[in-house]
Every structure is written in C-alpha cells, then in structure tokens.
C-alpha cells in the first residue's frame, strides 16, 4: 500500500542517497483534514521529517 501512495519502488531506493520527494496523505482526524497531505520535499531544510510504518495497537 505505501508503494502505490508513494509511487516509488523500494528498489529504486539507495543508501546513502537522497530521499525521493513523495506526497502522502494525512490520517483520518488529524490536523489537516480529509484532503491534506505531506510532501516531502516541502520540508526540505526546515525539519527533519520521520515516518513510521507500523502499528501501534
């Protein structure tokens, strides 16, 4: 599923290298509502970005 949001193929991701720039949606009832997202590329310089994959239940 994150590979199709992103768009890139996980193999087209090397180390050391910079991350590709990639929109993603926000979740359900946060900040931004429905129709935000993220993109990567917007916080270049200003803030280190993470994401996480996972569960927390």
Known sequence: MVTELMGIKPSSVKPDQPA????????????GGETAT???SEHFGKRPVALVFGSYT
């Not at 590709?20 to 900040?31: K, R």
Request: no cysteine.
């Open 20 to 31: 590709p720039d990639f929109t993603l949606p926000w979740l359900p009832g946060s900040e």
């Open 38 to 40: 993220l993109t990567l």
